[in-house]
């Protein structure tokens, strides 16, 4: 380890010797701020033969020491330097003439704070327009291709079914069959005290074909596959791939969104399905375990109260839901701009805004199915 | 030039393969202290695949690396770290970090590896993102609002952050226009003689290989074809490196760099 350099100050002359290198920086510093309060930066009577060792670093405090004007015209004062040392010093002390730090504006907590508050109502208020938009260009672009079957992508919407429901399939399966024995064994606990337990299989099956098989279907397809469409395109954009798209005169909204869209409202149906099959295997199971209801009692119990009228009304949802999903996970991916940290913030509106639609729609149709006596 | 002094980086029978392909096969290649080191070659022969064995980033599938004298594959992280921070890399599309501004992205490893408080290290960086020739207000500006010219730069700047004894380059001046190229050949020259750097150099541009460039390596058929002073690659019997050398583009900066040297 070498030592970090010195400045000897003799009346008004310095002597500046030893290493002026990056590891000595912070020590360094301190030496050139207590000199500089002392002393005007003037070149005369500064010798830097002395050094040992320099780099940019030592010569930004060597500048700092100086001045870059000074820095900049070496070759006339120091003349008998090294000609590469020189050179550094002299293309720093060019490169830095002019330069003063850039002016950070000052801190005002309340505007900014106010500001701030303005700023997200309004890109609230921005999000949910654009999202109609977007939804009114999807429709739109859904309807001038549903004439033209030559236009329609098969290929590209299978692939997105295989990607977004058959994968999805055993998480969804296991996910709904754990909540599934969870309900049961809540109602079954609840009902206990009524000595009315056989009713469990009417709430699972209630729980399940209405609300929670669409649901939780639902919400695991945001989570899954919302992030993956708003990642996918938002890589693409930033890769100006989207840009490309168009220059080649093709639409991205007919290329990437539309199969996304489609392939989703065929996924979530499936999924649905499969989650209220799979929930209500869950509460037969605990029905039989802890409450001694048996498989075929369970069943008879379902064909005699449960109208296929609940089923329907959960069914039904599926597509709604997959669209606002779908939807909103595109919507993103288009929003991201060039940067990394663009891709998490809108990987995680995406999942976070589909979600929160999933569940208000839900919430406004349980309203709607309530008053209509569904 | 005869008495060669120990090389920085001594690259022996590298071999790389992805899959079946085969990229390189039997390199050999030397740095050399204080030197400018181009690397030219054809679309897919491998350059970029070398430097990114050389730094580490890539595994090779056999042969040996030498940097400083030590094998990289070898060392255990925190070595490996101390090796790497004496070698600066400058990434092809510049790779700045997106969510931080210019100054934050110089200032980072300054902060990490040397311990300098934040206002320092960013004081620092505003130096050598000014050396690297970017304007004051370009220190708080974000990668995504700047030209690609700029980004080079302030990759640049980074790449020098810790004053490195090794420099990487891959393709610099791509993506350049002519003046700032110009520019940056210059600025390449004064830094290497100021600091005693050594350079090693991917490149397609024959006015740097001109105007920089101390030797050249030719990388063909997955080795070096030939390394050596300009004047004695170009010459070499070799159809490539005969319509590379002596092709209108070769001849226009042959043409430029006498000019230049004579003026």
């Given amino acids: 380890m070498t030592e970090p350099g010195h400045i000897d100050q003799q009346d008004d002359h310095l002597a500046i010797s030893g290493d002026w290198i990056l590891p000595h920086y912070a020590t360094l510093k301190r030496r050139v701020e207590g000199l500089a309060k002392i002393r005007e930066p003037s070149p005369l009577g500064i010798d830097l033969s002395q050094i040992a060792d320099l780099d940019t670093a030592g010569a930004t405090l060597l500048m700092e020491l100086v001045g870059s004007e000074q820095l900049a015209a070496i070759d006339d004062w120091a003349p008998a330097l090294p000609a590469p040392r020189r050179a550094l010093l002299r293309t720093l002390g060019e490169a830095m003439v002019g330069h003063s730090p850039p002016a950070l504006r000052p801190a005002r907590p309340v505007r900014d704070f106010l500001a701030e508050t303005g700023q997200r109502v309004d890109g609230l208020w921005q999000q949910q327009r654009q999202l109609l938009g977007f939804i009114g260009l999807t429709l739109a672009t859904l309807a001038a291709t549903l004439w033209h079957p030559r236009r329609w992508r098969p290929t590209a919407v299978v692939a997105q079914v295989h990607q977004t429901g058959l994968n999805a399939l055993p998480i969804v399966a296991l996910l709904t069959f754990l909540v599934g024995a969870v309900v049961a064994f809540l109602g079954a606990t609840v009902l206990r005290d009524f000595g009315a337990t056989i009713y469990t299989v009417n709430l699972v099956a209630f729980a399940f074909l209405r609300e929670f098989g669409v649901l939780l279907a639902a919400i695991l397809l945001a989570g899954r596959t919302a992030s993956a469409f708003t990642a996918q395109l938002g890589a693409m954009k930033a890769n100006e791939e989207l840009d490309a798209i168009r220059t080649l005169g093709l639409d991205p909204m007919e290329l990437l969104v539309l199969p996304r869209v489609l392939a989703l409202m065929l996924t979530l149906p499936i999924l649905t399905f499969v989650g209220m099959l799979s929930g209500i295997l869950g509460g037969a199971l605990v029905c039989l375990v802890a409450l001694d209801i048996s498989a075929v009692q369970f069943v008879a119990i379902l064909e005699r109260d449960i109208a296929v009228q609940h089923f329907l009304v959960g069914i039904g949802k599926a597509p709604l839901f997959a669209f606002v999903v779908a939807v909103i996970g595109c919507l993103e991916g288009f929003k991201v701009s060039g940067s990394a940290q663009s891709v998490g913030e809108h990987t995680t509106s995406s999942v976070v805004q589909s979600i929160f639609m999933v569940i208000l729609l839900d919430a406004v149709a349980a309203l709607f199915c309530m008053e209509m006596g569904w | ?263």
């Fill in chain 2, 1 to 263: 030039m005869s008495e060669m002094p120990p090389p920085l980086i001594r690259v022996r029978d590298l071999e790389n393969r992805f899959g079946r392909h085969v990229v390189h096969q039997g390199l050999d290649l030397e740095l050399y202290p204080g030197e400018v080191l181009g690397v030219v070659g054809g679309s897919g022969t491998g350059k970029s695949v070398l430097l990114r064995s050389i730094v580490g980033l890539h595994r090779p599938s056999a042969g040996r690396i030498e940097v400083f004298g030590e094998d990289l594959q070898r060392l255990s992280p925190r070595e490996r770290s101390r090796v790497e921070r004496r070698f600066g890399v400058l990434f092809q599309r510049g790779a700045l970090f997106t969510s931080l501004n210019l100054q934050e992205n110089v200032a980072l490893p300054l902060i990490e590896h040397i311990g300098l408080s934040r206002a320092d290290a960013e004081g620092l960086a505003r130096v050598k993102l000014a050396l690297a020739g970017l304007p004051a207000k370009a220190a708080i500006q974000y990668p995504a609002e700047l030209s690609g010219g700029m980004i080079k730069r302030a990759a640049l700047a980074r790449a020098l952050a810790l004053d490195p004894e090794v420099l990487f380059l891959d393709e610099p001046t791509a993506g350049l226009d002519p003046i700032g190229a110009a520019a940056f050949d210059q600025l390449l020259l004064t830094l290497r003689d100021a600091l005693g750097l050594s350079v090693f150099l991917v490149t397609h541009d024959l006015d740097t290989l001109y105007t920089a460039c101390d030797r050249v390596a030719v990388l063909a058929q997955g080795r070096v074809l030939v390394a050596g002073r300009l004047e004695s690659v170009a010459t070499t019997e070799d159809a490539w490196i005969h319509d590379y050398f002596h092709g209108p583009r070769g001849r226009a900066a042959e043409g430029a760099a006498r000019t230049a040297k004579e003026s």
